[in-house]
């Protein structure tokens, strides 16, 4: 099978890692991929936004299933434009994948269906929503209605704090147009969880459950970043909860897709703040998450075609899903600056091999060839995944990686999955 995989970050890394251990796959392409993926297929440099240019491309070599990656093409109709040309693809239409488009889709959604989420309201004008946050208390969150690579959400700690990120989202149009419409939120302090399911319009299949990591600083402090590291299974996810979290967030999720028209085929993010055993929905996205990809993944024991190509053909429902009892911990190398303003082209040094352990695995996010030489293209570069029986072996094992990787002003957050750890030893 000839698979083409779009994107050309850590989760397109993981996803083209993941296919290769298929033995149904005999080609894999990644569009455009980077410096690490294209030491497992062949890149080609074809943007991930170039749909014409994908579609020709995927015609040509006859690619028998199209898995999208990022965003940014399933909100541009990709899917719909493979499925109406008879390409295979993985991914959700364009009206589908509103739910991570448009924050005001999914907020309808979640009324509509009665999934738990935070209390909020939305402006377009400035004036109205400073007036609105000025009458509700802190902390209190101001999110960018539209795509922004997960930095468009600034938590509040003051009413000030709070009013300048109105202005700058309605105002200095930081975010261009994603920040035309603002969404203010309650603030909700619980635990974080992200859960991503398979679903092929009528079934859905969870995945292990992950811990992202969001803020640049250690002790979850400053500004929201694409991510910073990850770890699976995440314990705050019990049976009951997972439970819980299929019955009153995805199953009405994907049934209330369905019923407006929009039914949703490929993977289903839901990520949630867990207060008092209810699962808040910060968000949904319509695709694998960066960085949880990178470390359930490499707990998914049955193989990725076969479960991409059951949700493309709508027979989810045959299909057992097996995972691994053990764990997952990922830990992302920025950039120094990263979420604000960084260098690219800083060379990396201390790469392992790749062949020399089966546990550890380095996914390139932002990196690319120059020269001989692999250098950072990216605010986020590296992404550290060990896979150990436990948890604890796991961070250490991705740990003693980081600390044989260096390039230039790199930075990494030192406290992944420490929390959960320490809860547990506590
Ligand atoms: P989002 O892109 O909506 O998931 O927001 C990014 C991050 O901001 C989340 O992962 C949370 O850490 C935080 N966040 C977003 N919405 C809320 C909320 N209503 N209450 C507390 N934290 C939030």
Request: aromatic residues 6%; negative net charge.
């Amino acid at each position: 099978m000839k698979i083409l995989v779009i994107g050309g970050g850590g989760r397109e890394h993981a996803l083209v890692w993941k296919l290769a251990q298929s033995p149904r796959v005999t080609k894999l392409y990644c569009a455009p991929g980077n410096a690490g993926i294209s030491q497992q297929a062949t890149c080609v440099p074809i943007s991930a936004d170039d749909l014409p240019g994908l579609q020709k491309f995927a015609e040509e070599e006859r690619i028998d299933l199209t898995v999208v990656g990022p965003e940014a093409p399933l909100a541009l109709g990709i899917a719909d434009l493979f499925r109406r040309n008879k390409l295979k693809v993985f991914g959700p239409t364009k009206n589908a994948a509103r739910i991570e488009s448009s924050k005001a889709f999914a907020k309808d959604l979640m009324l509509r269906q009665k999934i738990p989420t935070a209390e909020s309201q939305m402006f377009e004008s400035a004036s109205a929503a400073i007036q609105y946050l000025n009458s509700r208390p802190v902390p209190i969150v101001v999110k960018a209605d539209g795509l922004a690579q997960g930095k468009g959400v600034v938590v509040a700690q003051t009413h000030e704090e709070a009013r300048e990120a109105v202005l700058n989202m309605l105002e200095q149009h930081a975010f261009g147009a994603a920040g035309q419409r603002v969404i203010i939120e309650e603030c909700i302090q619980g635990e974080e969880l992200t859960v991503m399911a398979f679903a092929d319009g009528k079934t859905v299949m969870p995945m292990l459950a992950a811990q992202d990591h969001k803020r640049i600083g250690e002790g979850d402090t400053g500004l929201n970043t694409g991510g910073m590291g990850a770890y699976a299974p995440a314990p705050l996810a019990t049976p009951a909860l997972r439970y819980t979290i299929m019955r009153e967030v995805l199953y009405p999720a994907i049934e209330g897709l369905s019923r407006v028209g929009s039914p949703f085929f490929g993977v289903m993010y839901a990520g949630v703040m867990v207060k008092d055993g209810v699962p808040y929905v910060l968000e949904f996205n319509a695709r694998f998450g960066d960085p949880e990809t990178q470390v359930v993944l490499p707990l998914l024991k049955t193989d990725l075609v076969e479960v991409l190509e059951a949700v493309v053909e709508h027979r989810l429902d045959q299909l057992d899903i097996e995972w691994s009892d053990a764990a997952a911990v990922c830990v992302v190398m920025s950039s120094g600056g990263y979420p604000g303003n960084y260098s690219t082209g800083v060379p990396i040094l201390g790469m392992p091999d790749s062949a020399s352990s089966d546990s550890v695995m380095v996914f390139h996010a932002g990196t690319a060839w120059k020269d001989d030489q692999i250098v950072t293209s990216g605010g986020r570069v590296l992404g550290v995944m060990a896979v150990s029986p436990s948890l604890k072996q796991a961070r250490n094992r991705a740990y003693e990686t980081v600390q044989v990787i260096s390039f230039d002003g790199h930075y990494f957050r030192k406290d992944i999955a420490n929390r959960v750890l320490k809860e547990r030893e506590a």
